[in-house]
């Protein structure tokens, strides 16, 4: 295979991703990866303020995106967004589910033990995690099945793997996603189509919105304790930036993996190749 046939591999013109939780800071960074790529991209999310900020990212080739106001969890409004992608863009090829998150208050900490979490909270966070995945990709998939072919490609986390302390909720509903990952990669490719592949990532420790003064001091940007610790055990010795999840998104994306299907990849600098000692 020569260098023409290497970079046509990882050609997304013409294609149509979706990504929802688009406009978090891993998924607009992902979506103006593959924006860079050729890709038609359709932000999905229910808070779209961040976009405009996206879009300036994305320039000149801002108007391969479209921001559509979505939520995971209520199967109606992902039904509404499909439409409108499909009179966008004309077609899906492929569903990056990045929407997920956690609650401080389905957290322990020294304030709140195990026995004292609220029911309704850590509900939410499995049903954002998991409903939040399952459901986009029945929407999603069911047009993928009907040409027969295309990409779903869901992201854990390193808690699904060795679960984290504190995270309860999150670190269940992760292992429930790498688990639901490999049985709808099974059940898609004896149902409808070996064509139609679903794989995961499992970050490691990325710097967001919503862990950047669990693991960093607000004030001083200092790693706080448990920052270093997760730190002390990482071999890389750092945080993950966006742009290192680009190489194992856009492989899962492309007809390079086109002979993968059902895997959950740690991006996580060794974290979980590490025991400790």
Known sequence: MDSAELNHLYDFSGKTVVITGGTGILGGEIACALVGCGANVAILDRNLDPFQHIKDLMEPRANQAVAISADVLNVESLGKAAETVRERFGRVDALLNAAGGNKPEATTSGDLGFFDLPADVLRWVLDLNLMG???????????????GEGVILNISSMSAIRPLTRVVAYSAAKAAVSNFTQWLAVHVAQQYSPRIRVNAVAPGFFLTRQNRFLLTEEQTGKLTARGQAIISHTPMGRFGQPEDLFGAVLWLLSPASAFVTGIVLPVDGGFSAFAGV
Do not use: D, N, R
């Open 133 to 147: 995945t399952i459901l986009p990709s029945q929407v999603f998939g069911k047009m993928m099945a009907e040409k």
